[in-house]
């Protein structure tokens, strides 16, 4: 993250006059990641101050050294990792599933204005119907073990990928079509050898934002009906009370969705590097 | 990805073939009353123009007379709604590896190194691959860019981005080279070097070219023949033969005919826009 902010040269307080800091201009990597540390330092600092001097009860809301000890209780018996494992292994069945089918509909959607008149309007008012909603119906249709996580999941992110990509799609260029018309390339090879390509940049971007929200539709599914991962362990953390639980569970799905997210940032920026230079 | 047109397989840099089927008489590219209308706007109308085989031809106008529309015609991106083309003798209905077309913007596929782009243009080719990585290697070092086949776009100055761009579209060698503001984009010193290039390359190659630009001194320098055109709608307005020797160079813009050409093709642009 902070490497991705441009390099500001800061004068080492040199000049005994600084020049005010203009509307947009950004921090240097150094001040930036400082900054965002900063913020995290103090908002734990409230919280533990909050717990210690007994403004609030801990019953409802235990301090950070309770909540800290208590992962560390679970990750020593080996719960948290089993919760973890499970929880992952749904998100990427169910994630990988709707990917696959979102490509090829979200390419022709983009490609084809049949194909994104007939599906478009379709799907559009698909994707504006609550996820939440379908709990019920999913656990009717299909039960309540893996494949109904997989259908929340497939939910929750299918629609939302395909209208992704196929607008990626739509960014294409026209004078790189144009150029592989005037090479003589037919229209399936246009598409798979230059649109395709020139679009992936921002399929990968439409994934890495749509896995995150998979990590959402999963603990939802997993708090209504499930045995085992970690909406379940949320859930009956709640009938014992076990608040130090909760939120250790919370922080640590909120720190999985960040390493995610940053992990397939760093593939992006490296697969395509001479691509995002260019545009 | 299937070649349309059959062409034997020939290193990049030979002399193009000469169209055969053509006969001596038979104008290289004709424009038959072309008319092109966008809604209410007539961006062409009843243009009549023919280009000898191995001539050079620039179109010069203001912006919206037409000229880059004629150039989307004749590479058939673009149809007229009413008139004909005809390339080679064969009327144009879509575009073709006979008709490389070089855009403004390089438009090069910017996950492919320079060597990649070349290449890819390739592909159409009956080649091997060891064949079409030397021929894609002659013709970069031909535009001046030995050392930079691996180079990425985004590596690349705009220049030599362009550059690489015409080196893409005369390693397949096609019939006619078609030109749309190739050095618009371009700083002034850059677009010196790359006039001086493409003289260069056209005086080794000898190919049909349509040019298209804005740059009165840039059509006289490089053409055979220059078309000035007018808009509102878009129109031939004359065309002016250039009469200055060959190899041209730096030092043609100092002879007395070029000066006199500039000076009336651009009374010519000035006395249409007057009126």
């Known amino acids: 993250m902070a490497s991705e902010t441009p390099v500001v040269a800061s004068p080492a307080a040199a000049s005994p006059r600084r020049r005010p800091r203009r509307v947009g201009e950004r921090l240097s990597p150094r001040r930036y990641a400082a900054t965002a540390v900063a913020t995290f330092v103090v908002l734990i600092a409230v919280w533990w101050a909050a717990t210690a001097f007994g403004l609030v009860d801990p019953l409802f809301l235990p301090g950070p050294d309770a909540v800290v000890a208590k992962l560390i209780a679970q990750a020593q018996n080996g719960q948290l990792w089993s919760d973890i494992a499970v929880s992952v292994y749904r998100i990427f069945v169910g994630f990988l599933l709707a990917t696959v089918m979102a490509l090829p509909l979200g390419v022709l959607m983009g490609a084809n204005a049949h194909a994104e008149a007939a599906l478009e309007p379709l799907i559009d008012f698909v994707r504006y119907m609550p996820v939440v909603a379908f709990v019920p119906l999913t656990i009717l249709w299909v039960g309540t073990d893996d494949a109904q996580k997989f259908l929340i999941i497939w939910i929750g992110t299918f629609f939302q990928q395909v209208l992704l990509i196929a607008d990626a799609v739509r960014q294409v260029p026209v004078s790189f079509v144009q150029l592989g018309e005037t090479l003589g390339m037919g229209r399936a090879g246009i598409l798979m050898r230059i649109v395709f390509p020139s679009a992936l940049p921002r399929i990968w971007d439409a994934m890495r934002i749509c896995l995150g929200w998979a990590w959402t539709w999963l603990v939802v599914a997993e708090l209504v009906a499930a045995t085992s991962g970690m909406g379940y362990r949320i859930m009956t953390a709640q009938r014992f009370f076990a608040t130090d639980t909760i939120i250790g569970y919370v922080l640590v799905l909120g720190l999985l969705g960040l390493v995610f997210d940053q992990v397939m940032r760093a593939a992006g920026r490296r697969m395509f590097r001479h691509q995002r230079a260019a545009s | ?275």
Not at chain 2, 8 to 21: C, D, H, L, R, V
Not at chain 2, 63 to 88: F, H, N, Q, R, Y
Not at chain 2, 130 to 144: F, I, N, S, T, Y
């Open chain 2, 1 to 275: 990805m299937t070649d349309s047109i059959d062409r034997s397989a020939a290193p990049a840099g030979a002399a193009p073939a000469s169209g055969g089927a053509v006969s001596a008489g038979t104008p290289k590219i004709a424009i038959d009353d072309v008319t092109r209308r966008f809604g209410e706007v007539t961006a062409l109308q009843q243009v009549n123009l023919s280009v000898a085989e191995n001539e050079f031809v620039s179109l010069v106008g203001t912006s919206g007379c037409g000229k880059s529309t004629l150039l989307s015609i004749i590479a058939g991106l673009d149809a007229p709604d009413e008139g004909t083309v005809t390339v080679s003798g064969r009327g144009v209905t879509e575009p073709g590896r006979d008709r490389g077309v070089v855009f403004q913007r390089a438009t090069l596929l910017p996950w492919l190194t320079a060597q990649g782009n070349v290449e890819f243009a390739l592909r159409g080719e009956r080649l091997s691959q060891a064949e079409r990585r030397d021929a894609a290697r002659e013709v970069l070092a031909q535009v001046g860019l030995e050392g930079f086949e691996g180079a990425y776009p985004s590596e690349l100055s705009g220049g030599m981005q362009q550059r690489v761009a015409l080196a893409r579209s005369l390693s397949y060698r096609p019939d006619i080279l078609l030109m749309d503001e190739p050095f618009g984009a371009l700083d002034a010193l850059t677009r010196a070097d790359m006039q001086r290039l493409l003289i260069d390359v056209w005086e080794r190659h000898r190919i049909t070219v349509v040019f298209v630009t804005h740059d009165i001194e840039e059509a006289v320098l490089i053409s055979d023949r220059v078309v000035v055109m007018s808009p509102r709608p878009g129109r031939i307005r004359a065309e002016v033969p250039i009469a200055l020797d060959r190899p041209r160079g730096e030092h043609s813009r100092e002879a007395p005919e070029f000066r006199a050409h500039a000076h009336d093709i651009l009374a010519m642009i000035h006395e249409r826009a007057a009126q």
